[in-house]
């Protein structure tokens, strides 16, 4: 647990970790304030890009939470970060809420509502506002050989009661049946993500260390771009799927709770 207490930033997943629904999980706050108090940070890091930034930080402020914009970073914005690398301006159809819709026009990106337009990259994200006309024309793009970018590959999104919405990973499915395709993904488990952020927030990935309760995307994560992982049995990852499951964290807790007494 020594290696746990030298980490000196916390990222974070939201749901299932520090909060389900619109309930805070138990212990969360008192654990976020106590990497505050011993002079650490954490950037909560989430796979959802059907929210903006600002509703994330009402959303924790409403719970109690203190959270500003810098302390939330987005699947959503680690793909607009991997675009502009690659093509600044690009031309995107994009499967995507408003919301995201708006965060792609302020990194100067065009969006392209009519199909047959001359597209460089259609990107799925987290779409709830998704209709049969969107997943039609991105299909065709995708089968016509256009560049194909998911934010990330959630199946679904976890709810309260143990119930679920599908996420970008079944759209994805979906758009693989339909065009055999599958998609560069930039969120969580890819080492894109926490390279984005160690670029953006000027960091060392070796002061890092991942928490979050999904084997797949968050502990996958910690493996993949090589930092420290903490799985926490508080949301969709119980005790049983990882006994069965060969992805391994480097520490296991029930909640963030238990980490208190470790920072």
Partial sequence: MDILKEKTVYLLDMDGTIYLGDELIDGSKEFLETIKKQGKRYIFLTNNSSKSKETYVEKLNNLGIQASQEEVFTSGEATTMYLKKEKEGANIYLLGTKALEEEFKREGFILEKERHKNIDYVVLAFDTTLTYEKLWAACEYISEGVEYIATHPDFNCPLPND????????????????????????????????????????????????????LYTDIKTGKNAGIASVLVYSGETKEEDYRKSETRADYVFNSVKEMIDLL
């Fill in 163 to 214: 119930k679920f919405m599908p996420d970008a990973g079944a759209m994805a499915a979906l758009i693989e049946a339909s065009t055999g395709k599958t998609p560069k993904v930039i969120g969580k488990p890819n080492k894109e993500v926490v390279e984005s952020i160690a670029s953006k927030y000027g960091l060392k990935k070796e002061d890092m260390v991942m928490v979050g309760d999904r």
